[in-house]
Nanobody
Framework: VQLQASGGGLVQAGGSLRLSCAASGNGFSINVIGWYRQAPGKQRGLVATITSGGSTNYADSVKGRFTIFRDNAKNTVYLQMNDLKPEDTAVYYC????????????WGQGTLVTVSS
């Protein structure tokens, strides 16, 4: 499974961005697609996940502002980020976990999101 993340950039506080994670390969083996982020000097942490059945999960810090959704026809998962804050600045990574796994098995390259105040 290969993951290609895109959509990062520079945005002012209060603005919006949409990240994309395009998946290729054996998609049938994948149950969960997730977005993680890593800010400078901090550990990588979960932002949001979506299962093959459409169930979603969010970090408390992004609830109500971020939405994860998928377009199965395009094999792509999106992260719509609204009302961005400077503390959302980070490198965002998409990930994929197999059905039998409780942690990501595959990672895409990161995409940088910078939110200016």
């Amino acid at each position: 499974v290969q993951l290609q993340a895109s959509g990062g950039g520079l945005v002012q506080a209060g603005g919006s961005l949409r990240l994309s994670c395009a998946a290729s390969g054996n998609g049938f083996s994948i149950n969960v697609i997730g977005w993680y982020r890593q800010a400078p000097g901090k550990q990588r942490g979960l932002v949001a996940t979506i299962t093959s059945g459409g169930s979603t999960n969010y970090a408390d810090s992004v609830k109500g502002r971020f939405t994860i959704f998928r377009d199965n026809a395009k094999n792509t998962v999106y992260l719509q980020m609204n009302d961005l804050k400077p503390e959302d600045t980070a490198v965002y990574y998409c990930s994929a976990a197999r059905w039998s796994s409780t942690a990501p098995n595959y990672w895409g390259q990161g995409t940088l999101v910078t939110v200016s105040s």
